[in-house]
């Protein structure tokens, strides 16, 4: 007998969630990758509709640049460059399931 949740010891035990399996979700593109450039920036910074973000080839590495304010470069970039760093690390990521290289830039 169970001493606490009240069942019998016969009783089934829950199954866990399983997760969807990996093959099953639609592949990123390069155009989620510059979407979600665009919102976390447009999120960070003072004036959201003065950023411009492009996607340019250079070779084989795609590069997503980020055009705003002079004011609002700092707030993309953060202290010691840790905001960048982390959204350049996020869409290397992705785009490493791609299978393919992606860099953002911050334009002057």
Do not use: W
């Amino acid at each position: 007998m169970k001493l606490f949740g009240g069942g019998h010891a016969s009783d089934e035990e829950k199954k866990p969630a399983q997760a969807p399996a990996a093959g099953s979700s639609r592949p990123v593109t390069l155009k989620d990758l510059e979407g979600f450039v665009d919102y976390v920036v447009r999120a960070l910074v003072d004036n959201p509709d003065e950023v411009k973000v492009a996607t340019e080839t250079d070779g084989e590495v795609k590069v997503i640049r980020i055009s705003c304010r002079k004011e609002d470069t700092g707030k993309i970039i953060g202290k010691k460059g840790k905001t960048i760093i982390a959204l350049r690390a996020l869409v290397a990521g992705a785009a490493g399931r791609m299978q393919d290289r992606v860099s953002v830039e911050v334009m002057d």
